[in-house]
């Protein structure tokens, strides 16, 4: 087979990486993982061949867009391999593709369309550009901005990194690294480099480390290490990451910032705890990506260091005439890592070396443990979320556009202030800046003031615009949200970083909750109760008038099931099948909500009882008021215990058998999780835990031990394993664990009723969908009505055995719209008193903790 360097033959100079080179000498050892499947480092080595084959032996300049697929992955690897220079860019960022094809007419540009199919355009077959045999990539200096300044890499350089960081993270072919940060960032690009040059594995993926899914998927690829910016950190806080079970993990690197030394040594303690190692690094994208370490022993003992070069390279410092003191001085670096220099034009492509020492405008001094330290900046260059901001460019942007602006960096926060009066939204300026810049919503403080701040001297005040920073009140949607949020949840401690699963929203709640959040909002994101309200945004621009909609398949089925319960019941339907199936959606409902990563085990039990009491108090309530009316329910109907304890010849007696079966099976599911080990179970085996509740669910399905006949058997004993059906498909991940279940549940729920397929086919077919569907198409109006009659379905199937009789000898259908609005009535009333309940509860809480302190105070 030819070796995609042959295609460098007669090309004097030009040296590809040998880690691009020599794939194949990691034979059949796996290379890349995706959802698609594994591939060998050989397979993987064919593919780069021939796409470096159709790349040509002429030089040219390839355009290529960033993201986690091997098809992108390959033409990065065939491009370097067959000595072709290549421009990487943010995909997720149009306006940088349009202004860097602009800047710097690349011959070939090759980009992903919305299906994630690669389109390779030649537009030329030979280049018009010079370019210098040592010129190996090109990417942005300053994130994802678009901005013309490139910073130019030699093959040497790539090399050299890579092999300077597999060297000092030991690097083993038996490590796996998921892809958690994009392949235009010198970081992201860094991982796959050095992974790729010792036969490692590298697991592509898109998922944020705040998704579920990432975790199912670290752990089903035996994954060993992820990289971190800051930011990610933020993340693994709030999903609970110091108990999440990775049994694979070897180490974790971080770079892209600054991290607080107390999370440093946080995380650096929990890795001792747990067996894998903090790396904390330092780096620049003009070298390469990365110019110093701290190594993991010493985390603890030095968080706000960045420890020592990295294993070729060296520091050192130059005075700065700001920076007066001995041990200070600007932050100097040297190594075979060092770029060629910068591009800002196309005609600087033919240039060869013009930098030898990189002057990293970071202000650093040596400690007596030969640790380095930075302890400020030389320059206004900031680095943002992982993402090196030029302030003066955003300024200069905004003023194109009318703005006189002043920008100043933190580590997390871009701080911009703008002359204006009340005419002037922030809204517009905060979106103006994050489409520049590449920075989410939440990283872009927007303050208009009348003046911007000056010196004495008429220069800018920028450090009063940095001291503006944490003084900005949220912008006026997520704010609003709160409240909503805090209203709906009955949570008094709502904040912006606040998601409505780590509030605690449950099935009976998240239906009135989307259906005003798409109010508010005019639309709604797929994960948007997995996401932090900052994040639910009004979009930019009005949406286009359309009836088009889309239902959730599990709001559907609830709404659907309802109606053909009552109407059932009431013979004007004659479908049945709907109170089974909402108990399969139930569990999927409790995964959904309650079982998340973020979610601790006591914050799992409390938010499952706090459901529970959402069922089972408004059902006291209401069968309190039926005792002296009726001679229909007794006291075990009251307590929830008919089914247990009879009479069981009594069929209006059974009208609450659907309650007291889902109440049994959610305080069972709740005490089981409260237990630690299977807690743990839980974030570990998350499908397989769910699935052996089924099966010992079949043994009282099917009777195997012959019980019916000797005893009666309570009904949630015999049908739990279709909540846990359920809750199985909730967690279901990848095609193979969906089509296991639904083989599971088409082969058992038949012949549950028997002498009544069709019903058990209703069982059958809705699960289905549920499982394999995540929406369906709707209009407005479906919604609204569906979202109603979901959010009361319970409290229709409470009620509604005393409202339809009252009506159905004058007319069924009628009798029907009067038990479904009846129910939709006290669901109103029942929400509305839960809210209240939950309050006296607060404030008694809150008068307890004031009279300790009170008695503390005194003494006593």
Not at 186 to 211: E, F
Not at 477 to 497: G, H
Not at 676 to 690: C, G, S, T
Request: glycine residues 8%; charged residues 20%; hydrophobic residues 45%.
């Amino acid at each position: 087979m030819l070796n995609p360097s042959d295609l460098l033959s007669g090309r004097p100079g030009v040296r590809s990486p040998l880690f691009a080179e020599h794939l194949a000498t990691h034979g059949d050892r796996p290379a890349l993982l995706t959802a698609d499947g594994e591939l060998s480092y050989r397979r993987l080595a064919e593919m780069v061949t021939r796409t470096a084959t159709r790349l040509g032996a002429d030089r040219r300049l390839v355009l290529l867009t960033g993201a986690h697929t091997t098809d992108v992955l390959v033409t990065y690897l065939a491009a370097l391999a067959a000595g072709h220079p290549v421009l990487l860019v943010p995909g997720d960022n149009p306006e940088a593709v349009r202004s860097l094809t602009a800047a710097y007419d690349p011959d070939i540009v090759v980009t992903t369309d919305a299906a994630g199919r690669l389109r390779m355009d030649e537009r030329r077959p030979v280049s018009v550009h010079e370019l210098h045999p040592d010129l190996a990539l090109l990417l942005s200096t300053s994130g994802s901005t678009g901005s013309p300044k490139l910073v130019r890499l030699s093959y040497a350089n790539l090399q050299a990194n890579a092999e300077s960081i597999a060297t000092y993270l030991d690097i083993r072919e038996t490590d796996r690294a998921a892809t958690t940060l994009p392949l235009h960032y010198c970081y992201g690009l860094s991982v796959i480099n050095s992974h790729l040059l010792r036969g490692a594995a590298l697991i592509l993926t898109d998922l944020s480390v705040a998704d579920d899914g990432f975790w199912d998927l670290f752990r089903a690829a035996r994954a060993t290490t992820f990289a971190a910016v800051p930011y990610t950190f933020d993340l693994l806080d709030r999903i609970g990451f110091a108990d999440l079970p990775l049994p694979h993990l070897r180490y974790i690197t971080q770079a892209g910032g600054r991290l607080a030394p107390d999370r440093v040594r946080r995380y650096a303690e929990l890795g001792r705890r747990d067996g894998w190692d903090l790396y904390v690094m330092y780096g620049q994208t003009e070298a390469t990506a990365r110019m110093a370490y701290l190594p993991p022993h010493l985390a603890s003992t030095h968080p706000s260091a960045i420890g020592i070069p990295i294993p070729g390279g060296s520091f050192h410092l130059e005075p700065h005439p700001e920076w007066p003191a001995d041990s200070t001085g600007e932050l100097v670096y040297s190594g075979p890592n060092v770029m060629l220099g910068y591009a800002e034009h196309p005609s600087d492509l033919a240039l060869g070396r013009t930098t030898h020492d990189l002057h990293t405008g970071d202000i650093a001094r040596r400690t007596p443990d030969g640790l380095y330290e930075i302890v400020g900046r030389s320059s206004r260059f900031a680095k943002i979320l992982g993402l090196r901001i030029d302030p003066e460019r955003v300024e200069t942007l905004l003023l194109r556009h009318g703005f006189r602006a002043m920008c100043a960096g933190r580590d997390d926060e871009l701080v911009v202030a703008v002359s204006g009066d009340g005419s002037t939204a922030p809204e517009a300026v905060r979106r103006m800046v994050t489409s520049e810049c590449g920075l989410p919503a939440r990283a872009v403080a927007v303050h208009v003031l009348p003046e911007l701040p000056r010196l004495a001297t008429g220069k800018p005040d920028y450090e009063t615009v940095r001291k503006l920073a944490g003084g900005s009140p949220p912008s006026e949607p997520p704010s609003n949200l709160c409240q909503l949020y805090a209203r709906i949840l009955d949570r008094p401690d709502v904040t912006e970083d606040s998601s409505f699963v780590s509030l605690g929203g449950d099935s009976l709640s998240y239906v009135e909750m989307s259906l005003n959040l798409e109010q508010v909002l005019g639309h709604l994101p797929p994960d948007w109760h997995t996401r932090p309200i900052r994040e639910l945004r009004r979009p930019a621009q009005p949406l286009k008038t359309s009836r088009r909609r889309t239902l959730e398949t599990g709001i559907a089925l609830r709404a659907a099931a309802i109606v053909l319960i009552v109407g059932s019941h009431i013979h004007v339907v004659y479908v049945k099948g709907g109170a089974h199936l909402l108990l399969a959606v139930a569990g999927y409902n409790l995964a959904r909500f309650h079982l998340t990563p973020s979610a601790e085990r006591r914050e799992r039990v409390r938010h499952g009882l706090r459901s529970i009491a959402r069922i089972v108090l408004p059902s006291l309530a209401w069968i309190a008021v039926l005792l002296p009316l009726t001679d229909d329910y007794g006291l075990t109907n009251l307590f929830l215990l008919h089914s247990v304890l009879g009479p069981h010849d009594s069929d209006t007696a059974m009208h609450f058998w659907f309650i007291e079966a889902l109440t049994y099976i959610l305080l069972a599911a709740v005490a089981l999780l409260g237990l630690r080990f299977v807690d743990r179970a839980e974030r570990r085996f998350p499908f397989a835990l769910p699935m052996s509740i089924v099966a010992l669910g079949l043994i009282t399905r099917y009777d195997l031990l012959g019980l019916r006949d000797r005893m009666h058997i309570p009904s949630a004993v015999v049908i739990f394993w279709l909540f846990a059906l359920g809750w199985a498909a909730a967690k279901a991940d990848g095609t193979r664990q969906r089509v296991l279940v639904t083989v599971v549940a088409v082969a058992t729920i038949p012949g549950f009723f028997p002498g009544e397929p069709f019903r058990d086919a209703v069982i059958a077919g809705g699960f289905v969908l549920l499982v394999w569907v995540r929406s369906l198409p709707s209009v407005g109006v479906v919604n609204k009505v569906a979202g109603v009659l979901a959010g009361s379905s319970l409290y229709i199937y409470l009620t509604h055995w005393q409202i339809y009789p009252l009506i159905d000898d004058f007319s069924g259908w009628l009798a029907l719209i009067a038990a479904l609005l009846f129910g939709i009535g006290y669901a109103a009333v029942a929400n509305r008193g839960m809210r209240w309940m939950s309050g006296v509860w607060a404030e008694r809480r809150r008068g307890a903790v004031r009279e300790g302190s009170a008695q503390r105070a005194r003494g006593l």
